[in-house]
């Protein structure tokens, strides 16, 4: 529906009493507000509405229900599939709503919708605290937080979903709830993992942890050693305590030149000195390009790959998780990558192991609790010109691995046009209650720009 087509009456009422801004075609603001991270998506919403508080986002809903306008949400921004934002529907567009509390007696801290992860650990920093957000700094906390959320603190701490106390919730109906262990406890699981199908979340509170200084960065060797370090990383990764989470990556050089690497980053959360077995066993290996692994505070490490995903660049990614990491496999990615056409595209390996592996499968929405490794085939470019090869080799990559991986995805990773079958892949034994508990709080499907999960049958 064009914004045209909506009773001028209306919208003016609307914009009356919300404290935010309302952002339509014809606004200077326009061009901005409807971008998101990924420079791929180009879709033309009929209106924004910048939403200051809860209040606005509940009248934005209720303006778009009645008025039969479809919705998306956006927190951050970020999400690769780029669902936040819609052709000629309304964005409820939380990324402004940035207030957050730290209590450090209580070891908590309730945080709004619209914040990244940078703000949120500048602000928990302060008192020497942290949970477990995102590798990349600019990410949302919101969309990051409702599909899993995994970064550096995983091992020790859990997923982010398993450090959410209780969120508040704007529900289909226009309701305002908060959701945790003892209140709406169905939403409240599936708020964990189930992405943005059930409600509006407008604000979360997260048990926080002591972190402050730790070991992080990365070590970067010459691509022709790439199959021994990604066999090293390997092996490396089934010696590692819960303190420590490592990634394995074939990456380029940040300098543009297009020299291809290989990588280890990693960061270890004891305070450096405690024992610094894995990072001499890191830096002892082979002959390193770059060593830039060195103690440094937490809020740092989690900033160190933000130049290699500026704001605008186009992405498009196929990740699963990995079933068998053989040797073959390894090789496999060292051959893929070689054909990688954009000097921005990267091999990643996350490896899972410790608490977040300990939570079972049902206490959260989020399902995938066994030690492994995430793959994923990141391409990214500015050059318009190479978007056509750039979709090629992300996908040429993850066929030529599909023997290795299994059929478990990762729900925040999708690809925009992921195929049916990778929902069943990103909830597998919990996609039955998620469709179960989609019936009740959202019957009618007004949440369905995400990953959607279609409510069950009534
Ligand atoms: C460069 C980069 C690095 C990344 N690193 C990590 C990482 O380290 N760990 C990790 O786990 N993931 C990572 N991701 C994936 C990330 O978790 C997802 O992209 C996530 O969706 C981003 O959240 P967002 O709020 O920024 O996104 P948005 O695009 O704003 O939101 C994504 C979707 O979430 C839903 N949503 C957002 N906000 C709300 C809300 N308040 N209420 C209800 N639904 C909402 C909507 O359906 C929306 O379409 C990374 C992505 C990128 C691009």
Known sequence: MALGSLPSEALEDLRGRFAGNLVGPADPAYEEERKVHNGAI??????????????????????????????????????????????????IDLSRMKGIHVDPEGRVARAEAGLTWKEFNRETQLFGLATTGGVVSSTGIAGLTLGGGLGYLMGKYGLAVDNLVSAEVVLADGRVVTADEENEPDLFWGLRGGGGNFGIVTSFEYRLHPVS?????????????????????????????????????????????????????????????????????????????VDALQPMPYETVNTLMDPAYPKGASNYWKTSMVSELSDQALDTLVECFSEAPSPMDAILLEHFHGEVSR?????????????????????????????????????????????YLSPERYVNYLEDDAPPEALTGAYGPNLDRLRAVKAIYDPENVFRSNQNIEPAPA
């Open 42 to 91: 180009d879709r033309r919403p009929a209106l924004v509405a910048v939403c200051r508080g809860t209040a606005d986002v509940v009248d934005a809903l209720a303006f778009a229900r009645e008025h039969g306008l479809p919705i998306s949400v956006r927190g951050g921004g970020h999400n690769v599939a780029g669902r936040a934002v819609l052709d000629d529907g309304l964005v």
């Open 213 to 289: 200084t730790v070991t992080g960065g990365l070590m970067a060797h010459p691509i022709d050693d790439a199959g021994e370090l990604l066999r090293f990383y390997r092996d490396l990764c089934e010696t590692l305590p819960d303190e420590v989470v490592a990634f394995g990556a074939l990456v380029h050089a940040p300098d543009g030149s297009g020299t291809k690497l290989g990588a280890i980053a990693l960061c270890d959360l004891r305070p450096p000195g405690t024992d610094d077995t894995v990072v001499e066993t890191v830096r002892g290996f082979g002959s390193p390009v």
């Open 359 to 403: 939570v079972p499968v049902d206490a959260t929405a989020y399902p995938h609790r066994k030690d492994g490794f995430n793959f994923g085939a990141v391409s990214e470019w500015l050059d318009p010109k190479l978007s056509d090869r750039c979709v090629a080799w992300a996908r040429g990559t993850y066929s030529a691995m599909e023997s």
